[in-house]
Structures are given as C-alpha cells and as structure tokens.
C-alpha cells in the first residue's frame, strides 16, 4: 500500500508531466488550431490502456477517446509494442472522434515490461477529403471528410516507416505543416517518457504502476459515493439536432438516466438511426457526454481518469447516429456531441435541481476559409453558457465541457497569416437566454475577404433550434452564418450552419454570430438593478426589456395522448391556436420545472380548448402530472 502523502505527491507529479506535454506542443506544432486554438490533448494511460492522468484544460472529447484509440491500438498489435514504437489513429468507428482529431501513441517500458502509454490527441486542420479542413455540413459519408487511419504503427523501434507515412502525407492538404504537427506531438510524447522512466528509476516501477491502480480505484470511490447521493429513478429529457445536413427535418434526442445505488445507466435508446450526413458519431461518444456532464454535476474537484468512468454506463444501440458504422460520415462530432451534452446536463437537472443550468451554446461552429494552395483558416468561435441558481451564464467563452480550446482566434495572427482583415468583434446583444439568471452571450465576428478565390464552410447546429432556458427561463439566440455582400445579406446555403465550398468574393464578409446560453428562471423575477446594468452595457436592447416585466407565456391544461416516433408533436385544437396566433407546424416550447420541451403544433378538431397535449415521457420530463398547467411559448427560429 502507498501511503497518503506519496501517493498524493506522484499523483500531482504524473498531472505535472502532462502539462509539461502541453507546453512542448503548444511551442513547436505547426497549425495554428493547435498553437492559437488549444485543439488537443494529452494523456498518460496505463499499460491496459486505461486513461491514469490528465491535465485540468484537456479537451473531455479527447480525453474519454483517448483510451479507447490506444485499446484498439493494442488489440491490433497484441503483445506487440516495443521501445521506440509510434502509433497512429483517427478512426471514429473504433473509438475516435471525427478524422481531424488524430492520436500519437508511444508505448513507455522500463526494464523491458510495459509502465504505460502516452498519447497525444490533436486536430489537424486538414486530413484531405472534398473540402478544404475536411470537415463539410453536407459530406455524407467518410470517405469525404480525408483519410481513415485504423491503428497503423507508423515507428517501429525508433526506426521510421517511410512507407507508412508517405501513404498519409500524400492524402492530406499542405503535408509540410501536418508534419510539423505530428513532430511536436512526437516530442511531447518522448518528454513524458523520459519523466516517466526517471520517476520509475528513482521510485520503482511497481510504485508507478501501483500509484496508477490505486489513483483509479479512489476516483471511482468518489463517483460511487456521488451517485449513491442521488435519489434513485428514471430521470428524461429530450432535444433536437437542426437537420442531418441531409434534409431539413429536425433529428430528436432522448435520455433516460437510471440511477440505483452508486451505479448510472445512460440509456439512449429511441435516437434516430444512423444519417446520410455528417451528424453521425462513432461509439466513443455517448459515454463521453455522460462522464464529461456527470463529472461536473456531481464531483467536479475528484480527478479525471478511467475510475471516475466506471460506475457510468451507456446504452446506445448500433447502427443508431450515435454508434453509426461505416461509411456514416461522422465529422460533426462537435455539434452532436455538444446536443448531447446538453441532453444529459437536462436530465441531471431533474436529478439535482438545485443545480440545473441552462443549454450551452451546442455546437462547435467549425468555421473553414481556404483558399488553394494556402492552408485553410479555421475557428471554432465560441458563445455563451446557461444562467443557474445562483448566476448569469459567462459570455462568449469556452465551458466546462470543452477544455481550453481558445474563444476565437488573435486578430493579429489572422491578418498576418490569411488575406482576411477582422473588421469587427462584439458580444452579440440579446443573445443571452432571459431569466432571473441571464444566459450568457454569444458573439459577433465580421471576417473581411481581401483576395478572390475563397470558399467558405461551415459545420454547425442550433442555427433553427435554439438552446434550451430551464425552470422557465427563454432560450438562446441561435448560430448564425451569412454573408455580407455589398449591402445585401447572402445565405450561404439551404440548410442553416450546414455550408460546403460556398465560394466567397473578393470584399465579401463573413459574418459568424453565435448562440447565448440559455436562460435560468422567470424573468419577472430578476433583480431590476442587473435589468438595467445589462441595458447600460448593452447586453440587452431596450426592447428586450418587456420580456423581464411581462414574458410572453400562455398557460394550458396537459392532456394525455399517445407517443409518436419523430419530433414531437403538440395537439391544440383550431379555436386554441387561432387565439394564440399559432399554425399548424410552429415550434412552441412547454415548461414548468427543469428543462424545456420543444414541440411542433398540429391541429386537431377533436381536442379539448385550452389544452395541449402531452405523452407519458413527456410529463417525466417536465416533473408535471396529467392535467396540471404547462406554460407554453412560440420560439422563434432563425433560419436567416
């Protein structure tokens, strides 16, 4: 047994190293969405694979993928890893994220056994495919979004194969820079293990790995003792993805948590099948969601590693959109993700009211500019999260469940680089969800285009659906992306925050406003004092004001009706809906405590006045009982 201060000083030294990882990439890789943008992370795993430390800024996308590319590493290589080997990996299908996202692993031995791995997860900005950066909001499958990397040993006992990387340099766009990338990650990785081989020798390896065991067990015993404070149940919420990228039809989201004893389940059961667009997800993901959201509710100060992962557990059929197989395209892992995030951030809302918090901003918003034979500027512009108990959302920044990826990139490193001048950047007024507790702001970036030849991309949700407001706060404005040409506003494609190539003009301006979080509680009852700071500074136009001295709501009797498949449908009857101002097929919202429920509007002649209906889920989703009161509100979505 290792006694408490030793483990407690090779805990912090194993997290020590790790950051130190993060410095040698940040200083030598090449892209600028990896050395400006933050977009990597990096990892010490045992020699199982399973994930022994991490820093407190890596990406929770990464690091829950992390373990799973170096698993499949090492099952195609059983027995067969050696000193001076590297790995590579990006396949979402096996454990990866989307094709950008790629993972360096070198395996650590010490007295020729195996201490452990180290990894590094990185995107790069290019990995080939149809458009420049690789991603597109209308690939519909793989094959489009670059080069698939299975688990292939790219060193092998110090000794490049030339063979092996010449394959991928000759598939990617600009590969002088995409080594830089992989030399940095490479030094980061031979850093680590010399730390770790210097600790082993100086300590033991048996105290290493034994550190890295007994590290794992006391996290998972804090997640256990977490969960066990939950009341056991069923707890449900819904959401909504805008479209595939395929078709205009909203795609629904549903959760049940399960919670028993010091065990939770997260069963995903009902989600669409799988998509002829890029909002598919490999089988990594639904699970990440869930440590990444369940980690922050319930014990944010524990460490991160795999034993805090394993009193969770997912259900998520195969060939759904969020376990898809091959050749689903599955780059919009941000925007898919980031819904589900949300989804079981609303369910742990019922669970823990008193932590409830509004939608975050959902959605990646991977912004591409390129022009040929340059290398594409990319941005993930970030926006606002949601108002809680006890405070307004934080405007236009990253939020727990991204790490330290950058809010936007420096305007000088934009303009040196890219024939692009950023004429402005602003919070986006009104864009904060209203509520006792405001959500935080969106932003506003205008991109000026000084040469010819540009396209742009965009791969993007909530630009229709907005955030969701809890406990009756408003949601947020959604994403939006258009371009300014001459005085005309120009949409850059059919389907909201999904764009491939659309070709820009010299002069044109990309104009790129993101979503606010959404909002926490009825407005009437924010304090008047932060009503008006908020006009003073201008997060809220005098317009706005309204919505905190009378929000518009109307209150109706929940009836019973049977479930359907698809989006939600609302039954109102024609006198009801002519007397609200709503047609067949607007999009309303219901709320009453926790998350709101969104739900499209059809008419019905045989349905009771004043009353809308709603299906057993429903109800467990809202905490309400059939025919109590439900508010409801129109939403207005922004399609441009």
């Given at each position: 047994m290792i006694d408490a201060v030793t483990l407690a000083l090779l805990a912090e030294t194993l997290t020590s190293f790790v950051r130190e990882m993060r410095t040698v990439v940040i200083r030598t890789a090449f892209s600028p969405?990896?050395?400006?943008?933050?977009?990597?992370?990096?990892?010490?795993?045992?020699p199982d694979g399973e994930l022994a430390a991490a820093s407190e800024v890596d990406q929770p996308t990464h690091l829950s993928a992390l373990p799973w590319s170096v698993r499949t590493i090492l099952a195609r290589y059983p027995g067969d890893v050696a000193e001076g080997d590297l790995f590579l990996h990006n396949d979402p299908y096996t454990g990866g994220t989307h094709l950008n996202d790629v993972v360096l692993m070198r395996p650590v031995l010490f007295d020729r056994e195996l201490l452990a791995h180290v990894a590094v997860m990185a995107h790069w900005q290019d990995v080939g495919g149809a458009v420049p950066g690789s991603l597109s909001g209308t690939a519909t499958e793989i094959?489009?979004?670059?080069?698939?990397?299975?688990?292939?040993?790219?060193?092998?006992?110090?000794?490049?194969?030339?063979?092996?990387?010449?394959?991928?340099?000759?598939?990617v766009r600009e590969p002088s820079e995409r080594r830089g990338d992989l030399k940095a990650m490479e030094g980061a990785c031979i850093l680590a293990e010399a730390k770790l081989k210097a600790l082993a020798q100086r300590r033991g390896a048996a105290i290493v790995r034994e550190t890295m065991t007994t590290l794992l067990d006391r996290a998972e015993r804090r997640m256990r003792a977490a969960i066990a404070r939950l009341p056991d149940g069923v707890y449900r919420c819904e959401t909504y993805l805008d479209n595939s990228g395929d078709t205009p039809e909203p795609l629904l989201l549903k959760v049940a948590l399960r919670v028993r004893g010091d065990e939770l389940t997260a069963d995903f059961t009902g989600c669409p099948p799988e998509v002829p667009g890029p909002t598919n997800l490999g089988p990594a993901h639904a699970s990440t969601a869930v440590f990444t959201m369940t980690k922050a509710f319930l014990d944010p100060h524990g460490p991160i590693n795999a034993g805090a992962m394993r009193p969770l557990h997912t259900i998520v059929p195969e060939g759904t959109m969020?376990?898809?197989?091959?050749?689903?395209?599955c780059g919009a892992i941000g925007e898919v993700r980031r819904a589900l995030e949300g989804l079981v951030m609303g369910a742990l809302g019922r669970a823990v009211p008193e932590r409830a918090v509004g939608d975050l901003k959902g959605a990646s918003n991977i912004t591409t500019i390129a022009w040929r034979g340059k290398p594409p500027f990319v941005e993930f512009p970030a926006g606002g999260t949601g108002g809680w108990a006890t405070s307004d959302g934080n405007n236009a920044?990253?939020?727990?469940?991204?790490?330290?990826?950058?809010?936007?990139?420096?305007?000088?490193a934009i303009e040196v680089r890219w024939p692009m001048r950023v004429e402005r950047i602003a919070l986006r007024v009104d864009s904060g969800g209203a509520g006792e507790h405001r959500g935080g702001l969106g932003i506003e970036r205008e991109l000026r285009i000084l040469e010819p030849g540009a396209t742009l991309s965009v791969l993007s949700d909530h630009n229709v659906i907005p955030p969701y407001g809890v406990n009756g706060g408003f949601p947020g404005a959604p994403n939006r992306f258009v371009i300014r040409r001459g005085g005309d506003e120009v949409l850059p494609s059919k389907l909201p925050g999904k764009v491939s190539v659309f070709k820009l003009e010299a002069d044109d301006v990309v104009v790129m406003q993101t979503a606010g979080g959404g909002g926490f509680g009825d407005p009437t009852k924010r304090d008047a004092a932060l009503v008006e700071h908020d006009l003073a500074f201008g997060y809220v136009s005098p317009a706005a004001r309204d919505l905190y001295a009378s929000p518009a709501r109307t209150a109706l009797r929940a009836r019973t009706i049977s479930s359907r498949e698809g989006k939600r449908l609302a039954p109102l009857s024609p006198g009801t809906a002519k007397r609200l101002g709503l047609q067949s097929g607007a999009l309303v919202e219901m709320f009453a405590h926790g998350p709101s429920l969104r739900a499209w509007i059809v008419l019905d002649d045989g349905f009771a006045d004043d009353a809308i209906g709603i299906d057993e889920q429903g109800f467990e989703i809202l905490g309400i009982r059939p025919d109590e009161t439900v508010s409801l509100r129109r939403i207005g979505t922004n399609g441009g």
């Open positions: 969405m990896i050395h400006e943008g933050h977009d990597f992370s990096c990892a010490i795993l045992t094959f489009q979004e670059g080069v698939r990397i299975p688990g292939v040993r790219i060193q092998h006992r110090g000794t490049p194969l030339e063979e092996v990387q010449a394959l991928l340099w000759a598939n969020l376990n898809a197989r091959l050749p689903a395209a920044v990253r939020n727990f469940a991204e790490g330290d990826l950058s809010s936007i990139q420096p305007a000088e």
